[in-house]
């Protein structure tokens, strides 16, 4: 039950599109369709970006958006604001039935 | 509105033991899976544990295994984690989270979290 990989950090300027990777194994983000991105803030707790690789919650902008190939998903989020400025984090349903989360990635708007 | 209340946390030495309760509010509780995810200081998110909405399926990260017990009581729709043996490493915020309808796998709804420190 390792953590996925991601970035430590990604950065951008307003109005930028950036990416965030997440990478795991066959054993979890390569064979279901199962990762979901969070969203903290400091001091917050998390909210929920997106599921099932590419769905959005009612009420989360469509400038988020995800994605997935092989052992690699990603979230990008388009049209960066202020806001967006966050530690975001990947999750994944595994072969165990557990679930894993990714490392990490904290995301500054420049 | 979707509430999630936690409860139970504190100071408590290595070796020692503390339970976790989950006031759960504004849903139809046994129609959800449920999880306890932890956060340690300044760290990232970890899933500890799972529930399945009639309590028959539970599951757990590795480094809990044994120690801490997932149990949830439909009739008073609270979710609770007995923690046992604890060690330094379960200094953490826990959070109560509640799973999504059906076939989707996620995280939607997060209570405020408690604070679980362990330390002599």
């Known amino acids: 039950q390792s953590a996925l990989t991601q970035p430590a950090s990604v950065s951008g300027s307003p109005g930028q599109s950036i990416t965030i990777s997440c990478t795991g194994t066959s054993s979890d983000v390569g064979d279901y369709n199962y990762v979901s991105w969070y969203q903290q803030h400091p001091g917050k707790a998390p909210k929920l970006m997106i599921y099932d690789v590419s769905n959005r919650p009612s009420g989360v902008s469509n400038r988020f958006s995800g994605s997935k190939s092989g052992n690699t998903a990603s979230l990008t989020i388009s049209g960066l604001q202020a806001e967006d400025e966050a530690d975001y984090y990947c999750?994944?349903?595994?072969?165990?039935?557990?679930?894993?989360f990714g490392t990490g990635t904290k995301v500054t708007v420049l | 509105e979707v509430q999630l209340v936690e409860s139970g946390g504190g100071l408590v030495q290595p070796g020692g033991s503390l339970r976790l309760s989950c006031a759960a509010s504004g849903f139809t509780f046994d129609n959800y899976w449920m999880n306890w995810v932890r956060q340690a200081p300044g760290k990232g998110l970890e899933w500890v544990a799972n529930i399945k909405e009639d309590g028959s399926e539970k599951y757990y990260v590795d480094s809990v295994k044994g120690r801490f017990t997932i149990s949830r009581d439909n009739a008073e729709n609270s979710l609770y984690l007995q923690m046992n043996s604890l060690t330094v490493e379960d200094t953490a915020v826990y959070y109560c989270?509640?799973?999504?309808?059906?076939?989707?796998?996620?995280?939607?709804?997060w209570g405020q979290g408690t604070l679980v420190t362990v330390s002599s």
């Open positions: 989270v509640r799973g999504l309808w059906g076939r989707s796998v996620g995280f939607e709804y």
């Open positions: 999750n994944s349903y595994t072969s165990s039935r557990t679930r894993v």
